[in-house]
Every structure is written in C-alpha cells, then in structure tokens.
C-alpha cells in the first residue's frame, strides 16, 4: 500500500513565523502536490513537483514556496505565516504524469495566530 | 461556473436507502476520480475511471463520456458511509497530473 505521511497532524504559529510542512512518500512516486482545504472552497492546488527539483505552480501560490531535494520528500514552505494561511493542508502523490490516482496523507491543520 | 460541479452539496439518507451523487465538468478530461473524506482530514480515492462503469463493494462509479456526467451510487447505505464525498478530473488541458476538484457532497446517513 502507498503510503504518504506528514510531519505534523495539528501546528500552530504566530504571524511572520516561517514554517515547514513535510511529506514523504514510500513508493517511488514521480509527482507529488500540496493542496489547502477550506470551507466553502474545496480543494485547491498549491504548488506541484514531477521530479526531483522540479516544481511548478498551482493555482494559489502567492505566499508559499516548495522543495524536492529527494524523490521522496516534498515540502511546503510558509517563509512569514500570515492569518489567512490558517487552514488544512494536504499532501499527495501520484505514481506519474497521466491519469493516475492520487494518494493522500493524512492532512495537518495549521492555525496562525 | 466550476469546470467541476457536483450535487447535491448536502444530503442526509436512511439507513438502508439507496444513494446517488451527481457531478458534471465542463473541461475535456483523461480520467474522472471518486474522493471519499472522513471527518479528520483524510482523503481516500474511491476509484478512478475514464469510461462505463467501476463496482467496489456497495459501491458503483459510472461515467457518460458525451454527457461529461460521473454519478456514485452507494446501495444499502449505513452510517458509516457518512463523510465528503468529492468529484475530480484529470485535465488533459493542464500539465502533469492537476486535478480540478468539484466542491463535495456531505452525505450523512442515519441509522
């Protein structure tokens, strides 16, 4: 079973904090996303990567920054956290580029204060 | 208008009663994914299907390539069916993977 894991269930910070969100997958993945989930908007692509050093945006960007120095680790990055990046954020990978199913981790919900 | 739409957004069943959620799109898509999401965040794919129709236990994905409609269909439903379920496309318009997402249905079933 793929398997998609994330550092952090529950995190919170203050405003201007820089933050990591981590995710690793197990199965030798090609692509792999981050989403925020709030309210009212359903699911919206961050940034995503289909490869190693590769990114390319989504559709709400502004205010984050990702990192893929390995395969298996993909990470967001709030450089100064700001209220309005408090929700839910979801990491997921697919095997490669194609219609492939995406795996979901479990979600870490972050709150700035 | 979403590319992805889904309904109803809510609905509420019996225990037992027969389920169908609807979604359409309006972009050409490769492929059309069924999301199921438990309250606490997680998000597991249902199946995945770019043409006719996909069974996994009660449950019953079909898909209408002319009509661009997908409906999931939940037979003897039970409280444990409760959850988000969410409607997605992989774009052939788009590059790598991108899903575009319908904004789910919250399905409560009560015994």
């Known amino acids: 079973d793929v398997k998609v894991t994330q550092s952090s269930r529950y995190l919170v910070k203050r405003t201007g904090e820089k933050v990591f969100l981590e995710c690793v997958q197990d199965?030798?993945?090609?692509?792999m996303f981050w989403y925020r989930q709030d309210p009212g908007l359903g699911l919206r692509l961050i940034y995503f990567?289909?490869?190693?050093?590769?990114?390319e945006k989504g559709d709400i960007p502004e205010g984050y920054s990702v990192s893929r120095e390995k395969k298996e680790r993909f990470s967001l990055i709030l450089e100064s956290a700001s209220t309005n990046q408090t929700s839910m954020y979801l990491c997921?990978?697919?095997?490669?580029?194609?219609?492939?199913?995406?795996?979901f981790g479990p979600g870490t919900r972050l709150t700035v204060t | 208008k979403n590319e992805v739409e889904q309904s109803p957004q809510n609905l509420t069943a019996q225990e037992g009663e027969f389920i169908t959620i609807n979604c359409s799109y309006s972009v050409g898509i490769s492929a059309l994914h069924w999301l199921q999401q438990h309250p606490g965040g997680g998000i597991v794919s249902l199946f995945m299907l770019s043409s006719g129709k996909k069974k996994h236990g009660r449950l019953i994905a079909t898909i209408n390539i002319q009509e661009k409609h997908s409906s999931l269909h939940i037979t003897a439903s039970h409280p444990r069916d409760s959850a988000v379920y969410i409607c997605a496309g992989t774009s052939q318009e788009t590059s790598g993977s991108r899903l575009t997402f319908g904004e789910g249905t919250q399905l409560t079933v009560n015994p």
């Open positions: 997921a990978s697919s095997l490669m580029t194609g219609a492939y199913e995406q795996y």
């Open positions: 199965m030798d993945h090609e692509n």
């Open positions: 990567s289909y490869d190693v050093k590769m990114k």
